[in-house]
């Protein structure tokens, strides 16, 4: 049975992604390194899923497989439900540091390529590989390598583009969802931070040392779940409406993340007999909830034997971004955000989206606030910038690398 491929279905996939999240709240509660760096539980439960089907593949040459078809789905939702939490009022105290951390993103997005250009040069790739070792693969994520590798292999002529870019991705995947819960326990601790809003209500989850989460009925639930596909309707129609006028192609969750907070914010004025749903702890553990299952299901599918070819140049590299990351994250960033817990949270969610994902920023940042407290305001604007203006500085970046 050498090089069989077992794919596990659908609903399968799903109800086992349950199971991964678990494993990870129970390795958390059991694992005191875990809990006090700040590591997702999703992410604990998903590597160690993500390690055992490489195992299996080295004994038994058995490739498994999930069928990811339900994670997009869980996507929507923690993004509508980031921005039905959202106040206007914290969005225009957002302004500043929205401004810094998008003049910091395009400087970070350069500097990644450098160090990428660097390590190419030092094992004689090509100067394009430079972006499959920098912001295509770490910022840009698996999307962006599948998008760009065609031109890239066009250009050098050399086999194995989008391999190279995919591995990179994968690992950048893995290491940012351990750097950012470690950054933030030293700025909090060595800084002895506190939360800038310690009133504001949860924004995903309950902390850790949370006996119940009182409030949260039937009737809540049903609540929170029509606010979401409503906001999801909307947002879905909302970016249909955009690409069909402006020929912008937006990623889903983006018109649902900012129909949330227009109708958080326009549905009290017009409407204020309407129960709202903001800031309350049922919207808090749905959100939780999909976040962790999106979380665990993209862990958990990890192809790690796919990564066994890429030898040493991958490991140099990884290294050499990982140092840049944590180095901006805590020398610059945190800096110049005001060095307060906001600014801390949100060196966390950076180091997850410098080199992984949005919704590994997210876990990062959500993991710290279950611990320490809320940061209702990182929320808001790591989002903003990781999943919209992010995508923008990184296509220019690459084609400005490419023509080196």
């Known amino acids: 049975m050498d090089n069989a491929v077992l794919t596990i279905g659908a609903f399968e996939s799903t109800t086992f992604a349950f199971v991964v999240y678990l494993l990870g709240v129970q390795l958390t509660r059991r694992v005191a390194l875990l809990r006090d760096f700040n590591i997702p539980e999703p992410v604990s439960g998903g590597v160690l899923v993500a390690l055992a089907t490489m195992a299996i593949f080295q004994l038994s040459g058995i490739k498994i497989g999930f069928d990811l078809a339900a994670r997009d789905y869980f996507l929507l939702v923690f993004f509508s439900g980031i921005g039905l939490n959202a106040r206007i009022a914290d969005l225009m105290r957002g302004g500043r540091p929205l401004a810094i951390l998008l003049a910091l993103t395009i400087v970070y997005v350069l500097l990644q390529n450098g160090v990428g250009l660097v390590a190419a040069t030092l094992f004689g790739q090509p100067s394009e590989f430079s972006v499959l070792l920098g912001s295509a693969a770490l910022i840009g994520g698996h999307g962006t390598v599948i998008a760009w590798a065609p031109r890239i292999a066009e250009i050098t002529g050399a086999p194995g583009v989008e391999e190279l870019g995919i591995a990179m991705a994968t690992l950048g995947l893995v290491c940012a969802a351990l750097i950012g819960g470690p950054m933030a326990r030293y700025l909090i601790a060595h800084n002895r931070l506190t939360p800038d809003q ?175 407290g809320p940061a209702p305001m990182a929320f808001v604007i790591l989002p903003l910038i990781s999943a919209f203006f992010a995508d923008l500085v990184n296509s220019v970046a690459i084609q400005l690398f490419l023509s080196i």
Not at 229 to 243: M, R, S, Y
Not at 308 to 331: D, H, M, P, R
């Open 198 to 372: 310690p009133e504001a209500g949860p924004t995903v989850g309950v902390g850790y040392d949370a006996e119940a989460s009182p409030g949260i009925t039937h009737v809540t639930l049903m609540r929170v779940m029509l606010w979401l596909h409503v906001t999801i309707g909307l947002g879905l129609g909302l970016g249909g409406a955009i690409e069909a006028l402006f020929g912008l192609g937006l990623p889903d969750f983006v018109p649902c993340l900012l129909t949330g907070i227009v109708l958080s914010n326009l549905v009290p004025l017009i409407l204020p007999r309407v129960r709202q749903v903001r800031r309350t702890p049922t919207l808090a553990v749905v959100s939780d909830f999909a976040l962790g299952t999106f979380l665990a299901m993209s862990l958990m599918s990890l192809q790690l034997w796919t990564l066994a070819g890429s030898g040493l140049l991958l490991a140099t590299t990884l290294a050499l971004q990982t140092v840049l990351a944590v180095l901006f994250c805590i020398g610059v960033l945190f800096r110049l955000l005001g060095r307060d817990y906001t600014a801390a949270v949100l060196a966390a969610g950076f180091g997850g989206f410098a080199m992984g994902a949005t919704p590994t920023a997210i876990a990062n940042m959500t993991a710290v606030t279950k611990r320490h």
